[in-house]
Structure formats: structure tokens, C-alpha cells
């Protein structure tokens, strides 16, 4: 069945550091693929996405790569700020017309001043 | 954007006791949502979809008789916990499509944490 793999947090950074949080997934067909994020106290929301092979999603600074040799849909961002702090969810939808999401299990991410 | 909302957002129960968890779309209309849940360090994993004016159809291994769910109206989803007990203790999460297909936006609610004693 369909799967995602997340790095597995808690991960703490320093403001403006380099942030990278790892995404794989197993999926039959061609999935559209998904970062959501949800901050303290909010709903998960869609942060970006990717529906083909070598897309780029980007949104709020934050950039994932759709990678179809690798299963890969990594999440990167330059230069975190502390209103970064969030659990951020990778995910994907294999089919077409269900919405059905498949989710990864989130990873906490601190930033600190 | 669209918005959904969940109430309540926390409730504790005791064991044998039944609750009841709201899903609102509340500046669109859904015809079907969704509904997760999310065990410490876990996926959220669905459990079923919800469909107005239709039975719910639930994912393999979930109880339906044990999570009632009912999508009485185009803007609200319920989630009903029956006779709870600790191992039920867990965050519900509910989302709803705005349309579109795989490519349109899923809003999800605040989620609601239930812990049963």
C-alpha cells in the first residue's frame, strides 16, 4: 500500500539556519505529493505541492522537489524564522479522484532565536 | 481561504461513555469529509469519509458501529466516539475538499483531542 516516510523530529534550529526535513514515499502510480503544516493551536494547512515528476513546489520561502528516481519529496528552506515553528506533514494522494491523503508522521520543528 | 472547524477541541470522558465531535465547513459547502486519526508519533490515518445524505464509507479495521458518523447537512460532519474507552484516547481530525479533484485543496479543522479515562 501506499506510504510515506518523514525524517523524525524533534528538530531545533537556530534562526536563519538551513532547514531540511526528508520525505520518501511508496505509492502505486504516479501521486501528487504534499507538505502540509500545522502551527500550535491551528488546522493543517497546505503548505505546497507537486502533482508530476521534477515539479518544484514553493510557498512562504519553503521549496520541495518532486523526485520520481529517488521517491523523494524532501522540504527545504534557506533561512527559518521562529514563526516557522510548526509540525510539518509530508503526504500524498495516489489516485485520482478519491482525495484520500496518505500522511507521513509529521515532524516538530523549534526554531530559536 | 476556506475554513473548518472542529469542536469540541479537547474533551475527557469516562470509559463507557459516548461523545460527539462537530465538523463544520463554514464558508463553503462539502459534500464529503474526511475523518483521521492521529495516535502519539503515528500517521494520521484515515478512518472514513463522510458523505451528505449517504452512508459513510469506513477505511478496513475501523468499527463503524463504534465511530457513528453522520453528514447531516452540506456544512456539517459528526463524529460520534460510542462507548468510549481509554484506548480511544486519541486526536480526531476532520478535512474537507473544496473540489477540484486530487488537485484541489483539502482544509482540515483544528482537530480535537479526546482522552477517555
Known amino acids: 500500500g501506499d506510504s510515506v516516510t518523514q525524517m523524525e523530529g524533534p528538530v531545533t534550529l537556530s534562526e536563519e539556519a538551513f532547514l531540511t526535513i526528508n520525505c520518501t514515499y511508496t505509492?502505486?502510480?504516479?501521486?501528487?505529493l504534499f507538505w502540509y503544516v500545522q502551527y500550535p493551536g491551528e488546522g493543517l494547512q497546505l503548505l505546497l505541492k507537486a502533482t508530476k515528476a521534477d515539479d518544484k513546489g514553493s510557498n512562504k520561502g519553503f521549496e520541495a522537489t518532486y523526485r520520481k528516481e529517488t521517491t523523494s519529496f524532501h522540504l527545504e528552506k534557506g533561512s527559518v524564522q521562529v514563526s516557522d515553528s510548526a509540525v510539518y506533514f509530508c503526504?500524498?494522494?495516489?489516485?485520482?479522484?478519491?482525495?484520500?491523503?496518505?500522511f507521513g508522521t509529521g515532524t516538530r520543528l523549534t526554531i530559536i532565536p | 481561504g476556506a475554513v473548518v472547524s472542529q469542536h469540541p477541541s479537547r474533551v475527557i470522558c469516562k470509559s463507557g461513555t459516548s461523545v460527539k465531535i462537530e465538523c463544520r465547513s463554514l464558508d463553503f459547502q462539502a459534500t464529503t469529509m474526511f475523518w483521521y486519526r492521529q495516535f502519539p508519533k503515528q500517521s494520521l490515518m484515515l478512518m472514513a469519509t463522510s458523505n451528505e445524505g449517504s452512508k459513510a464509507t469506513y477505511e478496513q479495521g475501523v468499527e463503524k458501529d463504534k465511530f457513528l458518523i453522520n453528514h447531516a447537512s452540506l456544512t456539517l460532519s459528526t463524529l460520534t466516539v460510542t462507548s468510549a474507552h481509554p484506548e480511544d484516547s486519541s486526536f480526531y481530525i476532520c478535512?474537507?475538499?473544496?473540489?477540484?479533484?486530487?488537485?484541489?485543496?483539502?482544509?482540515f479543522g483544528e482537530g480535537s483531542r479526546l482522552t477517555v479515562l
Open positions: 503526504a500524498l494522494i495516489s489516485n485520482f479522484g478519491n482525495e484520500k491523503l496518505t
Open positions: 478535512s474537507a475538499p473544496t473540489g477540484g479533484g486530487p488537485d484541489g485543496e483539502l482544509f
Open positions: 505509492a502505486t502510480g504516479y501521486p501528487s
